[in-house]
Each structure stands twice: as C-alpha cells, then as structure tokens.
C-alpha cells in the first residue's frame, strides 16, 4: 500500500477536493447533507459512525 496525499480546502459550505493531480472534486456541506460533484451522490450523517448515501443512477 502506497501513500497517497489529499487535501481539502473549506470555504463556507463548499469544499474543494484536492489529490496529488492537483484539484479532484468539489462538495458541498450543509448540516448533515452533502453531496460530491464527482460521484453526483447525496449523503446524509446518522448519529454515531453511521451515514446514509444514495448513488445518482448512471445510464
């Protein structure tokens, strides 16, 4: 297993993702949902460990 180095940079609600490539992805966070502009899925946080995702269907 290699080492991989990521980052991320917070902006109010907007989070912008960045891998060894330079920029991945951007998020957007608020309270409990989020959702990511690179797997186009919606998350939400449960109490404890535990989250809910939904995958957008591809076609």
Not at 20 to 34: A, C, F, Q, V
Not at 36 to 49: C, E, F, I, M, Y
Request: no cysteine; aromatic share 12%.
């Amino acid at each position: 297993m290699g080492i991989v180095y990521r980052s991320r940079k917070k902006i109010g609600p907007l989070v912008l993702n960045f891998t060894e490539n330079g920029y991945s992805s951007w998020s957007l966070k608020i309270g409990r949902w989020s959702w990511n502009s690179k797997t186009r899925a919606h998350r939400v946080d449960l109490p404890g460990p535990l989250s809910w995702k939904q995958d957008k269907s591809r076609r």
